[in-house]
């Protein structure tokens, strides 16, 4: 079975640019979380799709926005970014959250790097 | 708000036993989890415990959890080279289905 997948792998923006980071769930997964882990500071929660709706939100600007698909794939969108955005982002996925013990699937992760 | 809090880096011998320690802020937690995120990889779930448990037991792995203090422990027995990684304590509330990470202890095992 596919794990969680996530492209691009690896991207160099500039600032004031925009990205778009995208994530597809294992098969069967309707929970979708993005996490910003920068260096040293951990993994920051970002967002959390369930069902295609957002259901909760980091302490993150509004430039950090994204959806999720009827697929259950989802997007992270970071528009105007600036040089502080440079780190991994974990997508992490699990199945229907009130049936679970709350364990998230991870992806490896998008590297961006903004100069 | 809620946090979790860890220490950043770890070093011990191989065959030692490792012991990496964590406090927490939410008193509703009903999960602790520890994960592990080995060098170019996501992260992996290695354990977790109930809120309502003390300790549990899985093979090499012992998780410790006092509530009363908010503080939650991982102890490798036996650690080896191939425990060499990043580990994150992370609690989730009752209802909020927000699973919050600490910083992650990197886990530096000596030959």
Same mark, same amino acid.
Not at chain 1, 85 to 105: T, V
Not at chain 2, 9 to 24: A, H, K, P, Q
Not at chain 2, 27 to 49: C, D, F
């Given at each position: 079975?596919?794990?969680?997948? #996530?492209?691009?792998?690896?991207?160099?923006?500039?600032?004031?640019?925009?990205?778009?980071?995208?994530?597809?769930?294992?098969?069967?997964?309707?929970?979708?979380?993005?996490? #910003?882990?920068?260096?040293?500071?951990?993994?920051?929660?970002?967002?959390?799709?369930?069902?295609?709706?957002?259901?909760?939100?980091? $302490?993150?600007?509004?430039?950090?926005?994204?959806?999720?698909?009827? $697929?259950?794939?989802?997007?992270?969108?970071?528009?105007?970014?600036?040089?502080?955005?440079?780190?991994?982002?974990?997508?992490?996925?699990?199945?229907?959250?009130?049936?679970?013990?709350?364990?998230?699937?991870?992806?490896?992760?998008?590297?961006?790097?903004?100069? | 708000?809620?946090?979790?809090?860890?220490?950043?880096?770890?070093?011990?011998?191989?065959?030692?036993?490792?012991?990496? $320690?964590?406090?927490?802020?939410?008193?509703?937690?009903?999960?602790?989890?520890?994960?592990? #995120?080995?060098? %170019?990889?996501?992260? #992996?779930?290695?354990?977790?415990?109930?809120? $309502?448990?003390?300790?549990?037991?899985?093979?090499?792995?012992?998780?410790?959890?006092?509530?009363?203090?908010?503080?939650?422990?991982?102890?490798?027995?036996?650690?080896?080279?191939?425990?060499?990684?990043?580990?994150?304590?992370?609690?989730?509330?009752?209802?909020?289905?927000?699973?919050?990470?600490?910083? %992650?202890?990197?886990?530096?095992?000596?030959?």
């Amino acid at each position: 079975e596919a794990g969680v997948t #996530q492209s691009p792998t690896h991207l160099i923006k500039t600032r004031g640019q925009q990205v778009t980071l995208r994530c597809s769930p294992i098969s069967g997964h309707t929970s979708v979380y993005w996490y #910003q882990q920068a260096l040293g500071l951990g993994l920051q929660f970002l967002l959390w799709y369930d069902e295609g709706e957002e259901r909760n939100r980091g $302490n993150f600007p509004p430039r950090f926005s994204g959806r999720q698909f009827p $697929n259950y794939s989802s997007e992270l969108n970071v528009n105007a970014l600036e040089l502080e955005d440079s780190a991994l982002y974990l997508c992490a996925s699990s199945p229907r959250g009130l049936r679970n013990l709350g364990e998230l699937f991870f992806g490896e992760g998008s590297r961006l790097t903004v100069l | 708000g809620e946090d979790v809090e860890q220490s950043l880096f770890l070093s011990v011998r191989e065959g030692d036993s490792s012991v990496i $320690n964590c406090t927490y802020t939410d008193s509703s937690s009903t999960y602790l989890y520890w994960y592990k #995120q080995e060098p %170019g990889a996501g992260l #992996q779930l290695l354990t977790y415990i109930f809120s $309502n448990m003390d300790m549990k037991q899985d093979q090499r792995l012992t998780v410790l959890l006092n509530k009363k203090d908010k503080h939650l422990s991982l102890r490798i027995a036996d650690t080896q080279t191939g425990d060499s990684a990043i580990y994150f304590c992370a609690e989730s509330g009752t209802g909020g289905f927000k699973t919050i990470f600490g910083a %992650g202890t990197r886990l530096f095992v000596k030959a």
